[in-house]
T-cell receptor, first 112, second 111 residues
Framework: GAVVSQHPSWVICKSGTSVKIECRSL??????MFWYRQFPKQSLMLMAT?????????EQGVEKDKFLINHASLTLSTLTVTSAHPEDSSFYIC????????FGPGTRLTVT | QKEVEQDPGPLSVPEGAIVSLNCTYS??????FMWYRQYSRKGPELLMY????GNKEDGRFTAQVDKSSKYISLFIRDSQPSDSATYLC???????????FGSGTKLNVKP
């Protein structure tokens, strides 16, 4: 049990376009989901904390208008990277919390 | 069966003790093995990164990978109260293109 999925696993988009990444808890309901960004061989940087039905809480330095987070249900949170630029290319990981934190497999975003 | 199994703890040890944290896995394709330390409500901090089998040492931390047993360990020597955190193992078959995390072990080092 306690599986978290992300879709897509890999996406390539052109500069200026928007990309939506989904994070789903498959067999449990999560009141809180987290979005992280990771560069190769580095720590996961917490971007925002998302609670179902309320606005996400963004970490300092993360542009909320650029990284739109929607937590529409207890099993789904989405991260939309708006007007993507090459510097947004990274690995994005979500996690869902119910007693413990369960991580998704990640989404690799490449912006050309 | 989950891809990666990790005892959630909590694990409570006295200051100065040697701590052993472990994960088992089922997918023989995993090649890259990571250990992260996470303080409450912070992003996991990468502690150790190893490729394939063997040992890697960094200060008070030693990571071991035994691919034949599908078992990885993180040892912390001379543990300190500041080591109190949740430790996550993670694995990848193809170098940071897909991750499989353990659920984390909560460690408490008592002064």
């Amino acid at each position: 049990g306690a599986v978290v999925s992300q879709h897509p696993s890999w996406v390539i988009c052109k500069s200026g376009t928007s990309v939506k990444i989904e994070c789903r808890s498959l067999d449990f309901q999560a009141t809180t989901m987290f979005w992280y960004r990771q560069f190769p061989k580095q720590s996961l940087m917490l971007m925002a904390t998302s609670n179902e039905g309320s606005k996400a809480t963004y970490e300092q330095g993360v542009e909320k208008d650029k990284f739109l987070i929607n937590h529409a249900s207890l099993t789904l949170s989405t991260l939309t990277v708006t007007s993507a630029h090459p510097e947004d290319s990274s690995f994005y990981i979500c996690s869902a919390e119910v007693n413990e934190q369960y991580f998704g497999p990640g989404t690799r975003l490449t912006v050309t | 069966q989950k891809e990666v199994e990790q005892d959630p703890g909590p694990l409570s040890v006295p200051e100065g003790a040697i701590v052993s944290l472990n994960c088992t896995y089922s997918n023989s394709a995993f090649q890259y093995f990571m250990w992260y330390r996470q303080y409450s409500r912070k992003g996991p901090e990468l502690l150790m990164y190893t490729y394939s089998s063997g040992n890697k040492e960094d200060g008070r931390f030693t990571a071991q990978v035994d691919k034949s047993s599908k078992y990885i360990s993180l040892f912390i020597r001379d543990s300190q109260p500041s080591d109190s955190a949740t430790y996550l193992c993670a694995m990848s078959p193809d170098n940071f293109n897909k991750f499989y995390f353990g659920s984390g072990t909560k460690l408490n080092v008592k002064p």
